[in-house]
Structures are given as structure tokens and as C-alpha cells.
């Protein structure tokens, strides 16, 4: 039974940083693609990055320069390091797990940013 269970989201000024955790349970850790999407009411689940078991990196637009996605395969955990945070960032982050015959999803995290 794969978990994920994220930690670190809340409330933050515009301007300012939150980091993001998933810790995740099951075997062989780094051979999956994991990933951070994020949902805004009313909004479709939408992606924000993605890393590779080699940690190769992808990001949506709206986050590049803002957002760091990284990894620790020996502690099964991959990270959000979100800096510069704008209103428009305010959403439910979930963690993501991909690869093999299905993909997990996290319970999310709140992230509200204020102006």
C-alpha cells in the first residue's frame, strides 16, 4: 500500500515562501516520477512540477523561477520550495506519484498566500 503524505503548507504574505513536503511509503522510491499539482477552487487540477528519479526537472510557466521541485531518495521524500508566493498561488497541493500500473495522490495540503 503506496502513501503519500504531505506537510508544510498555510498561510504566507505575498512575497513571501512556504516549503512543501511529501514523505512517501513503498518500495523502489526512486525509479518514479514524482510531482506536485495544485487545485484552486473552481479550477481543474493543474500541474505545477515534476522530477524525475535522476532529478531532471519540469515546471509549469506561472511557477519557473519561483518554484523548486527537489528530491531525497534515502529519505523516500520530495519536495516544494516555493518562494516570491503571489494570491494567485492559493490552492489545495497534492503530491503525486507516478509510474507503474497506477498513479497515488496525496490527501493535499492547504496553501494560502495573502496581499
Known amino acids: 500500500q503506496v502513501q503519500l503524505v504531505e506537510s508544510g503548507g498555510g498561510l504566507v504574505q505575498a512575497g513571501g515562501s512556504l516549503r512543501l513536503s511529501c514523505a512517501a511509503s513503498?518500495?523502489?522510491?526512486?525509479?518514479?516520477?514524482m510531482g506536485w499539482y495544485r487545485q484552486a477552487p473552481g479550477n481543474e487540477r493543474e500541474l505545477v512540477a515534476t522530477?524525475?528519479?535522476?532529478?531532471?526537472?519540469n515546471y509549469a510557466d506561472s511557477v519557473k523561477g519561483r518554484f523548486t521541485i527537489s528530491r531525497d531518495n534515502a529519505k523516500n521524500t520530495v519536495y516544494l520550495q516555493m518562494n516570491s508566493l503571489k494570491p494567485e498561488d492559493t490552492a489545495v497541493y497534492y503530491c503525486?506519484?507516478?509510474?507503474?500500473?497506477?498513479?497515488?495522490w496525496g490527501q493535499g495540503t492547504q496553501v494560502t498566500v495573502s496581499s
Open positions: 522530477v524525475t528519479g535522476g532529478g531532471s526537472t
Open positions: 513503498g518500495s523502489f522510491f526512486s525509479i518514479y516520477v
Open positions: 503525486n506519484r507516478h509510474g507503474g500500473s497506477r498513479d497515488y
